[in-house]
Every structure is written in C-alpha cells, then in structure tokens.
C-alpha cells in the first residue's frame, strides 16, 4: 500500500508514481501548517503555499507609482507596512487606492505617508475614513533613523512610494529614496526606453 493505491506488479505505471511523489509532497509540507486535522491551515494563503512552495506568489499588486520611476532617480527601496482602519483595507483590495502624488516624511522618530488617496468604502457608514489623512509606516527603528537623516541632512532626496500590494492579507507599501532628475535625463530615460521597446519589437519580428 502506498499513498493509499494498492500498487501490483504490471499495474504500477509513471502517472501513478508521479500522483504518489505529489501527495508524499503535499503531506510534507503540510506538516509546516497549523494542522488541524482536515484540509485547513491556519496560515494565510496556505493552499498557494502547498501547490507552489512559494508564499510570496500571495502577494497582489494594488497600486503602481509610474510618475516616480519617470521623474525620480531611485537610489535606495525597502518594503513598509501600514496602519490602516477595517474600511481603509477593503478599499485597498477592490482597487481604489491612488499613490501618483503620494510621499513619507519623518515626524518624531516616526515615518508618516502622506497625500495617498484610499476612496471611502461603500457601507461604511459613520465609521468610515478620511481618504486623504496620513497613514504611519511601519518600519524597524533603524531604517526609520536611516532614511530620516538622509531626507533632512541631503538636499533633493525624498521619500515616495512605488507600489502599493496585499501580501498576506496585510497591506505593504514598497518604499523608495529618491533624487529628482533634471529634463535632460527625463528625457534621456524616455529615450533608452523607446529604443529598448524598438529593439523588442525587431527580435519578435525575427521570430
């Protein structure tokens, strides 16, 4: 008996052994889970975790900032949570979230995000968010002392975010450090793009 077939000789074939070192598989990697005793798990996202033993594949991108990566040199990303109301995360994962004009300042030891539209969330009633209020970052001490002092201490650099996903049923924010750049090197960047879409467009005709 092996993983539950009665296997024979003459009857084992390749599809059977393949099904048996997927549920060998599966079994092993539930044992990492809250088992319960049935196909449950206590872990968010656990069945993307079984079938493709990689948690991240949870993670859903929101919001994307393409103004930043058009007007910023980006020096320095570290990923950031965020503080959020029951409203304010619904909203995030139906999709009405803006973060085009959005940026992080330090304030007190602490970093806050501000100018970064979430709509309000249909049903909320009296208990519903300011779509436009500042939002605290969540990060360790240390990357908070760190950006904070290069934002104050060095002329031109800023904080904004570059995307906004749910991994994990939490909301995170990938942050970035950043130096305006002039129009010459706007227009620079539009340029190396223009010929790199060219040049994808020529190998594709190849093909």
């Given amino acids: 008996m092996l993983g539950g077939t009665l296997l024979t000789v003459g009857s084992f074939r390749e599809r059977d052994w393949r099904r048996t070192r997927w549920w060998s598989s599966l079994r092993t990697r539930t044992r990492t889970c809250s088992w319960r005793g049935r196909w449950s798990c206590s872990q968010p996202a656990c069945f993307l975790h079984l079938r493709s033993g990689d948690k991240d594949l949870a993670a859903k991108e929101i919001a994307i900032n393409r103004k930043a990566f058009h007007d910023y040199e980006i020096l320095e990303r570290v990923e950031a949570g965020l503080v959020l109301t029951g409203t304010e995360i619904k909203s995030i994962r139906a999709g009405r979230v803006n973060i085009r004009d ?106």
Avoid: C, F
Wanted: overall charge positive.
């Fill in 102 to 207: 959005s940026y992080a300042r330090p304030q007190e030891g602490e970093l806050w995000l501000h100018n970064t539209h979430i709509a309000q969330y249909p049903g909320g009633g009296p208990w519903n968010h300011d779509p436009i209020r500042p939002r605290k970052l969540l990060l360790h001490a240390e990357q908070i002392a760190r950006l904070s002092t290069k934002v104050v201490s060095e002329k031109g650099l800023t904080l904004v975010p570059l995307r906004l996903y749910v991994n994990d049923h939490r909301a995170k924010v990938e942050l970035a450090l950043v130096r305006g750049r002039k129009k010459y090197d706007k227009r620079k960047v539009i340029a190396t793009r223009e010929a790199d879409r060219e040049m994808a467009r020529a190998l594709r005709r190849r093909r």
